[in-house]
């Protein structure tokens, strides 16, 4: 919630969609070196698992520098031809005080009236109920998909190598698409990339001997297979529904 409602104040309306992709591009640069660091550290250095997460905390520590030391102010920013709130400065009140938009403050359940007489937000209801069997493969990959690459490949399967498939894939993804992403319906989008990623894990049920003799070998190319049609699906959805949420 923090990262979408940062990307909309700090984007004009027309950079939006570029924002999020930008958002989703880093995020999985370092989803990518995660993913390296997996087997780096537990295969050729033979630590510990718990060692995985110094990654994070450094990586973590050195964002929370970048966001005090960049962030200076808390405007929102308009593009040329958007509309701003109107500025009416209050006599009594201080410069800092008198900058901000006037605001008609409204109770809780104002609130609440308003957004259920809101089409859009039934519609918002309905993509995300639609999207949760798709966000169930991703929870799968994460929290499932090693234990299953463990007991398939054995317990030298390089599970940070195809953890690393998807976000290596996410990147190259994303530089491609940034440039036109603005020439294409949001919710059309959802839909049809939704489809595409919940089709990945029907990779898994090829049988292993159409693709090698080997069944390791076999199993790796299921994998990457899988990987591969997932992240297609995920670069064209994923970072559109973060944008999507955000509008709404």
């Known amino acids: 919630t923090a990262f979408q409602s940062a990307n909309?104040?700090?984007?004009?309306?027309?950079?939006?969609?570029?924002?999020?992709?930008?958002?989703?591009?880093?995020?999985?640069?370092?989803?990518?070196?995660?993913?390296?660091?997996?087997?780096?550290?537990h295969l050729s250095f033979k630590l510990k698992w718990t060692w995985v997460m110094m990654l994070p905390i450094v990586t973590s520590t050195l964002?929370?520098?970048?966001?005090?030391?960049?962030?200076r102010h808390e405007k929102q920013v308009y593009g040329k031809d958007e509309a701003k709130p109107e500025e009416e400065p209050k006599a009594g009140k201080s410069d800092r005080e008198s900058a901000r938009p006037a605001e008609t403050k409204k109770s809780a359940l104002q609130i609440l009236r308003?957004?259920?007489?809101?089409?859009?937000?039934?519609?918002?209801?309905?993509?995300?109920?639609?999207?949760?069997?798709?966000?169930?493969?991703?929870?799968?990959m994460y929290l499932l998909m090693p234990h299953y690459w463990?007991?398939?490949?054995?317990?030298?399967?390089?599970?940070?190598?195809?953890?690393?498939?998807?976000?290596?894939l996410?990147?190259?993804?994303?530089?491609?698409?940034?440039p036109i992403t603005n020439k294409f319906n949001i919710f059309k989008m959802l839909v049809y990339g939704a489809m595409i990623s919940a089709l990945s894990l029907f990779a898994l049920l090829i049988p292993w001997r159409w693709l090698s003799g080997d069944f390791v070998r076999a199993y790796y190319t299921m994998s990457f297979i899988c990987m591969v049609v997932l992240s297609i699906?995920?670069?064209?959805?994923?970072?559109?529904?973060?944008?999507?949420?955000?509008?709404?």
């Open 150 to 168: 463990t007991e398939v490949l054995g317990k030298g399967a390089k599970i940070g190598l195809l953890n690393t498939i998807n976000p290596v």
């Open 8 to 41: 909309v104040r700090y984007t004009t309306k027309k950079a939006r969609s570029a924002g999020f992709n930008l958002w989703y591009l880093f995020m999985n640069v370092g989803a990518a070196a995660g993913g390296a660091m997996i087997d780096i550290i």
């Open 233 to 248: 699906g995920e670069v064209i959805w994923s970072p559109q529904l973060q944008e999507y949420t955000a509008a709404i």
């Open 114 to 140: 308003r957004m259920l007489s809101q089409s859009a937000f039934w519609r918002f209801l309905a993509v995300i109920g639609l999207l949760l069997g798709v966000r169930a493969v991703f929870v799968y």
């Open 63 to 71: 964002g929370l520098i970048a966001a005090f030391t960049m962030i």
């Open 170 to 178: 996410i990147v190259i993804g994303l530089v491609v698409f940034i």
